[in-house]
């Protein structure tokens, strides 16, 4: 009867007692509150002794021909990628008088887009002084090149233009001649080919004079272009504070110190008690388990 109600009494109650589990946790709290420790000091001494490289920081103000009001950000996108060239990078380090590898200088830098028009340079260096020449230099021949394309567009937009003119031109001759050599008493039945070359000729002058318009505006547009590009935000050391940094790494530390010794604390109970799990087991199983 007694092994019977013992029996009945082990199966009622559940595998893991939280409660206990919490009361064994609390008991290795040296355990717990070493490891605690000892990633805070950690953290603390990685602030310390592995500080980050000195950087600096430039924004850039960029003007599309195409910029539109509900645009998603493709364009500044765009930027961000030129940006991360061998192009860009080249055209820095020959303004530096750097003798680098342009793929090993663009492992020190990147491009984030703020908005539709304005995007940051993120630059490190060996020293404050070089960061702020390197995001100086990499600004400028951004801001060089991009000038540089939308000139190059322009030019090529008004040039396509006008050779679009040009032919219409040539036909406008043709039209004309074909008018001057019709003689004024000619068939009367021709007159409706008169009144289409006439009808023509007004057509051609039209479009010549719409094509001369958008060639102007192509290359009147691109000075808002280059006015509008610049460096907004001068290229200036990115402060690090060490007791900030201590502050956060001790803290990161110390959270995960925590958490590793409460973890190791909680299986060190729970395998401590290995041999009281498996009566209960073998009580919730109904069979004979030897320990």
């Given at each position: 009867?007694?092994?019977?109600?013992?029996?009945?009494?082990?199966?009622?109650?559940?595998?893991?007692?939280?409660?206990?589990?919490?009361?064994?946790?609390?008991?290795?709290?040296?355990?717990?509150?070493?490891?605690?420790?000892?990633?805070?000091?950690?953290?603390?001494?990685?602030?310390?002794?592995?500080?980050?490289?000195?950087?600096?920081?430039?924004?850039?103000?960029?003007?599309?021909?195409?910029?539109?009001?509900?645009?998603?950000?493709?364009?500044?996108?765009?930027?961000?990628?030129?940006?991360?060239?061998?192009?860009?990078?080249?055209?820095?380090?020959?303004?530096?008088?750097?003798?680098?590898?342009?793929?090993?200088?663009?492992?020190?830098?990147?491009?984030?887009?703020?908005?539709n028009n304005l995007f940051r340079i993120d630059v490190t260096g060996d020293s404050d002084a070089e960061a702020v020449a390197r995001a100086k230099a990499l600004a400028d021949a951004f801001v060089a090149d991009h000038v540089r394309r939308m000139r190059e567009s322009a030019e090529a937009e008004a040039d396509s233009l006008l050779d679009?003119?040009?032919?219409?031109?040539?036909?406008?001759?043709?039209?004309?001649?074909?008018?001057?050599?019709?003689?004024?008493?000619?068939?009367?039945?021709?007159?409706?080919?008169?009144?289409?070359?006439y009808a023509r000729r007004a057509e051609l002058d039209s479009r010549i004079a719409e094509f001369d318009q958008r060639a102007a505006e192509a290359r009147t547009g691109t000075p808002e272009v280059v006015a509008g590009t610049r460096i907004v935000d001068a290229p200036h050391a990115v402060e690090h504070s060490l007791p900030k940094a201590v502050g956060i790494d001790a803290a990161i530390g110390l959270a995960l110190g925590l958490v590793l010794g409460l973890s190791l604390a909680a299986v060190g109970a729970v395998v401590a008690d290995r041999p009281v799990l498996r009566r209960d087991i073998a009580a919730n199983l109904g069979a004979s388990v030897l320990a």
């Open positions: 009867m007694t092994t019977s109600t013992a029996a009945q009494s082990s199966a009622s109650a559940p595998l893991l007692d939280l409660q206990a589990l919490v009361v064994a946790v609390r008991r290795r709290r040296r355990v717990w509150g070493a490891l605690a420790l000892l990633g805070l000091l950690a953290g603390a001494a990685v602030a310390v002794l592995l500080p980050p490289r000195p950087a600096a920081v430039a924004k850039v103000l960029v003007a599309h021909k195409d910029d539109q009001p509900n645009d998603t950000g493709t364009l500044i996108r765009t930027d961000v990628e030129l940006l991360s060239t061998t192009r860009i990078a080249e055209q820095a380090l020959r303004s530096l008088d750097s003798g680098e590898n342009p793929e090993d200088f663009m492992r020190d830098y990147r491009g984030t887009g703020l908005t679009q003119r040009d032919r219409m031109r040539k036909e406008l001759a043709e039209v004309n001649k074909a008018i001057g050599d019709r003689a004024p008493d000619d068939d009367p039945g021709a007159s409706a080919s008169i009144e289409s070359l």
